[in-house]
């Protein structure tokens, strides 16, 4: 879990917070260039169509100061949400305070009440095509989950909640993602009934956000990519290994190989020696079609040496 200060945000998917990366040296995204005591940055492993929650908490020790809520905005993929809220007077009651966000919530189709919409990760599609720059700056924040924590005063209750726009689900411009390792984007679940959620304002009362979190989620082969995860040994050929070691599965497996090989090489060897045999044939052909009429051997190979003698008629003087 990443932890500014007193308060702690991570990635939970099936109640288990998701192992943290620091970001590689080849991470030349503002976020982890501009770093400062008040934001970090953490790579972690995505799960294509698994729901991820955003777990918050705040720490024993925390000051309010002026402020009468802390309050935990959430942007994903550059689209933001409304998020949780802690009062003062909730978090002052055990000296610690801990929820967990599983979605958006919007007002109900009836009209009436609210709907949960839980986040889930998908794989991403790209094309090859060209990309006007509006493209790039919109593409420029895909495969992140940031939590703003702002201290803010209560202004009152707010019962506005309007119906959360689904995110775009098409083909991404390869172009405009060049570089960044992203093969991952969220998503929203269709609605579903849930608890109606009680909705404060607040107004900063600072210029800049207490504590900045910013997670980037990768699938396992581009955290390999990148250098985050070890890549995978290539396991060493069974032609290299020794018999002993092997399974009995791994030994047929070998011997198949070794027996295929050896017919292959059979084969070609077949072919080499029809091949020489063609062309010696289609030399002779062309002397004696020259007209030469020499007493030439020709030896042609096969799996057994064959000899063809071309015979010499010997003409017998016998005018004696």
Known sequence: MAVIKEVEVAIVVDDEEIQEYHPPPEDTSEDAIYLSSD????????????????????????????????????????????????????????????????????????????????????????IDHDYRQEDKERYQNLGSIKVEVWKRRDIGMDGTLVR???????????????????????????????????????????NKPYAVFVFKYRSKEALQAVGILERPEMPQPLEERDVETMSPDELKELARRLKAAQEAQRIKFKKENADANLARLAELKRNRDSGHNDEDEVNFLGERPVKRICSTVAVLDDSD
């Open 39 to 126: 934001t970090q940055v953490r790579y972690i492993q995505g799960i294509p169509d698994a729901n991820f929650q955003i777990e918050c908490k705040i720490r024993e020790g925390f000051r309010f100061g002026g402020a009468d809520l802390l309050t935990f905005c959430v942007n994903i993929d550059g689209t933001r949400f409304r998020g949780r809220c802690c009062h003062k007077e909730c978090y002052q009651e055990l000296d610690v305070w801990s929820s967990r966000i599983h979605g958006v919530k919007e007002t109900a189709s009836s009209g009436c009440g609210q709907q949960l919409r839980r986040f889930r990760w998908n794989n991403l599609s790209s």
């Open 164 to 206: 959360v726009k689904d995110f775009a689900t098409g083909p991404v411009s390869e172009k405009a993602i060049k570089g960044a390792a992203i093969d991952m984007r969220a998503s929203l679940d269709p609605p579903q009934p849930c608890r109606n959620s009680i909705l404060r304002h607040g107004a900063n009362i600072e």
